[in-house]
């Protein structure tokens, strides 16, 4: 089903073939340091990034989910187990996979049309269609005015919408985004969520998606991957059904989202408090980011009331 | 006619007027000390034998047509350019090279390091051995005040490249020539920038002195550079002269440190536009 929405996007010629993935990793192990003073940062990791889905993976920052993406990009190899994209094994770098970063990767020596260009250029195929490419794209993440200005005189939201943008004029199979909102103010955080979710939904790319943000998770995901904490691996799966196009106020309202978010939160708190009695940074920080969450106050602004 | 309201606008603004202020007090303390010898009934060791502005610009109009004052200035000029484009043409791709090839880092860094701190002075006697003409002993030292500065900064600019930027282009399909050309060296721009502005000040320091000690060149004792012209002075016991020499060659220093600026702004638009 999801093969025959991709095909009819590429019959469609006014917009881009979108192409797609299917990550699988098989009990994946890494870890670094030499002879006895090694340390696991990823143990016996299986899961699948399912093809033309949105995947996000979550868990208490420091758990090793950068190692998975480094992994899955390629810059690095596992120490065991295999990684296959559309079962093919991953053995470095691609255009297949690419990844966009926590903090901008933009080049800033170079405009925002130059950046979102560099890939065709890399391959030698700076050509009318490349560049028409760019230019619906630049439209697409709203920055056709902003097409010569280099990346530091552009606000933190956009560019992240540059580098989107820098991503998919490369057409990878899966798009891997490293907590690309993390650092953006509450307000930018959620127009980029609605944002990044049109343009997922457009495409049904297959997209992997790393965060530490419960609501980004719960918005964003199709299939939502909690982690242990380190060694990391997956503890558990949650499909998230709620229907596309989702508004912000579903994180509140939706009862279904609030069951995947008690769920979730339940889980990562216990992989939290198993650290914590081990003494680590991450999962103190974590349970007080937690114990934060559980006390927030509604969106809409009003103080909480008594009952 | 934009620019010449931005330019009067720059020229009265309370930045430029405070530079003023800054430059007539010092020329009036250092007028009134070495005319009284004396302030506030102490007299001065120092100040009181250095030749007042006064002297100074009377005897600076007189080597206004001087073809030798001018002849100076051209010498020194022409070595520190010379120098310093021998030092970053040599510079830049060896620095380069030692922040991207390991091996070649290896096998180069440590010899670097020792020269590296010996200062150019003292390289000044084994430069008048090795060299066959003076004029190249001259341009030698020039040329290491600049390029150990030069290397070390486009060695540090190029190994503090944000590794994402690597990953990304990798990702993206760059070959290593790709990655060389479009991100390594626009990434150390800056650092080159940077090692060029200040290699280019260790320049002018140090023409003085390898002017003074290897004699003024071919030219003549007229025509052996800002440097000779004031250890010629000072021999003579022009003690004036000594003083323009010195200004000159602070004026020719900024000048070339203003040209080096403004050439980096050129080659590091993104750094300048915000």
């Not at chain 1, 870890?31 to 699948?48: I, L």
């Not at chain 1, 490369?170 to 650092?183: A, K, Q, T």
């Not at chain 1, 343009?199 to 790319?205: A, H, M, N, P, V």
């Amino acid at each position: 089903m999801n093969n025959l929405h991709a095909s009819s996007m590429r019959a469609d010629s006014a917009k881009p073939a979108v192409s797609a993935g299917e990550i699988t990793v098989n009990s994946v192990s890494k870890s670094y340091g030499a002879a006895h003073f090694t340390k696991d940062v990823v143990r016996d990791c299986s899961f699948t990034i399912e093809s033309n889905k949105l995947t996000v993976m979550i868990g208490p920052s420091g758990c090793g989910k950068s190692t998975l993406i480094r992994l899955l990009a390629g810059f690095e190899m596992p120490t065991s187990g295999t990684i296959a994209l559309n079962g093919k094994p991953i053995t470095g770098p691609g255009r297949d996979r690419l990844v966009v970063f926590q903090e901008s990767a933009l080049f800033p020596w170079m405009s925002t049309y130059d950046n979102i260009m560099y890939g065709p250029r890399a391959r030698g195929e700076d050509n009318q269609q490349a560049r028409d490419m760019a230019k619906f794209l630049l439209e697409k993440v709203g920055l056709t005015a902003f097409r010569d200005k280099y990346p530091p005189q552009l606000s933190g939201g956009m560019q992240r919408r540059a580098e989107l943008a820098r991503a998919m004029i490369n057409n990878p199979d899966v798009m891997i985004l490293d907590e690309p909102f993390r650092g953006l103010d509450a307000m930018s955080k959620e127009l980029m969520w609605e944002y990044y979710a049109g343009l997922f939904e457009e495409s049904r790319r297959t997209n992997f998606f790393v965060t530490t943000d419960i609501d980004e998770a719960i918005y964003l995901a199709d299939r939502l991957l909690i982690m242990t904490n380190t060694p990391a691996r997956v503890r558990a799966t949650l499909e998230i059904d709620i229907p596309r196009p989702r508004k912000i106020a579903d994180l509140f309202n939706n009862e279904r989202a609030n069951e995947v978010k008690m769920e979730a939160l339940s889980l990562l708190h216990e992989e939290a408090m198993k650290s914590f009695s081990g003494g680590s940074r991450a999962a103190t920080d974590f349970i007080e980011a937690y114990s934060k969450r559980t006390t927030t106050t509604p969106r809409d602004g009003k103080q909480p009331v008594d009952p | 006619m934009n620019t010449t309201t931005r330019w009067r606008k720059k020229l009265l603004s309370k930045a430029s007027l405070r530079a003023l202020i800054s430059i007539i007090v010092f020329l009036v303390l250092w007028e009134l000390g070495s005319r009284s010898k004396q302030w506030l009934g102490f007299s001065l060791p120092w100040i009181g034998q250095v030749p007042a502005p006064t002297a100074v610009l009377n005897v600076w109009e007189g080597l206004l047509g001087n073809l030798g004052y001018w002849q100076s200035w051209l010498f020194s000029l022409g070595r520190v350019v010379g120098g310093f484009l021998a030092a970053m043409v040599i510079g830049i791709p060896l620095g380069l090279l030692m922040a991207v090839n390991k091996r070649f880092h290896d096998i180069v860094f440590p010899s670097f390091e020792v020269l590296r701190p010996i200062p150019p002075l003292a390289w000044v006697p084994a430069s008048i051995i090795f060299w066959p003409t003076t004029e190249l002993s001259i341009a030698f030292v020039i040329f290491l005040g600049a390029f150990f500065t030069v290397v070390i900064n486009v060695v540090s600019g190029a190994r503090s490249i944000d590794v994402r930027y690597f990953q990304s282009a990798q990702s993206m399909g760059s070959s290593q020539w790709d990655i060389f050309r479009r991100i390594v060296l626009p990434a150390t721009m800056p650092s080159i920038v940077v090692g060029s502005a200040v290699g280019m000040g260790i320049t002018w320091e140090v023409v003085v002195a390898a002017e003074m000690i290897s004699g003024g060149g071919a030219a003549g004792s007229e025509g052996g550079g800002l440097g000779f012209f004031i250890w010629n002075s000072y021999i003579g016991g022009a003690y004036e002269q000594i003083v323009v020499g010195m200004i000159s060659i602070g004026i020719a220093g900024y000048a070339c440190s203003t040209a080096i600026r403004s050439l980096g702004g050129f080659f590091t638009p993104w750094l300048k536009k915000r």
